[in-house]
């Protein structure tokens, strides 16, 4: 079946460590999304990419970095420089043109500073 | 800019209630409105959606109609079930927007008792 893969589920980090979340799909979807989620918060979403080898900064892009050398695979890193890194993190996908507007959501790593 | 205003929660129903959850947004033109469904420990699921005013959009008993005039978009189930607990999040996407613009509200959890 196809899907969006996210691993770890659970990572615990110390302050100062850079963290790199991975996220694969398999749905021959163009566009790669990362989101923030935060307890009673909505979705915020940190970066996105369209196509391969290109990526646009969301609205908290702060603190993190990405790379999207493979259509499948849109890995997320958390940098030292994010300040308050404790979250749950979704990847997600989409076909892109017209009336493609729906996402597809892998299950989430929860990452945990100490 | 866009926006999405959540009944807040957290909501507990008895098995059988009649459930309805409350979603108004502010936007230009017409958006389309989504619902998606966080079960505990999962990302999101599409749960409906509707892409125009009056359009309803139905799935696993959960309805909500597109309401342009009153800028809302409430979900309604007729009769929950434990199994329905979860977090629901109300979404817009601006008109000829890609999911790259979608707005979330702040989700609202819901937990059914037997």
């Known amino acids: 079946d196809g899907g969006i893969t996210q691993s770890p589920k659970y990572l615990f980090r110390k302050e100062g460590q850079n963290v790199t979340l991975s996220c694969e799909q398999n749905?021959?979807?163009?566009?790669m999304y990362w989101y923030r989620q935060d307890p009673g918060q909505g979705l915020r979403l940190i970066y996105y990419?369209?196509?391969?080898?290109?990526?646009q900064k969301g609205d908290i892009a702060e603190g993190y970095s990405v790379s999207r050398e493979k259509k499948e695979s849109f890995p997320l890193t958390v940098t030292s420089a994010q300040k308050n890194p404790t979250a749950f993190y979704l990847c997600?996908?989409?076909?892109?043109?017209?009336?493609?507007?729906?996402?597809?959501f892998g299950a989430g790593s929860r990452l945990t500073v100490l | 800019g866009d926006s999405v205003t959540q009944m807040e929660g957290p909501v507990t129903l008895s098995e059988e209630a009649f459930l309805t959850i409350n979603c108004t947004y502010t936007a230009t033109g017409y958006p389309s409105l989504f619902w998606y469904v966080q079960y505990p420990g999962e990302g999101l699921q599409l749960l409906l959606k509707a892409t125009k005013a009056d359009d309803k959009g139905s799935n696993k008993g959960f309805e909500a109609t597109y309401r342009k005039e009153t800028t809302s978009f409430h979900l309604e189930k007729g009769s929950v079930q434990v199994s329905d607990s979860a977090v629901y999040f109300c979404?817009?996407?601006?008109?000829?927007?890609?999911?790259?613009?979608?707005?979330f509200g702040s989700g609202t959890q819901l937990t059914v008792l037997p």
């Open positions: 749905l021959n979807h163009d566009a």
């Open positions: 997600a996908s989409s076909a892109t043109g017209t009336g493609a507007n729906v996402l597809t």
């Open positions: 990419s369209q196509i391969v080898n290109d990526f």
């Open positions: 979404a817009l996407m601006a008109p000829r927007g890609s999911a790259r613009q979608l707005t």
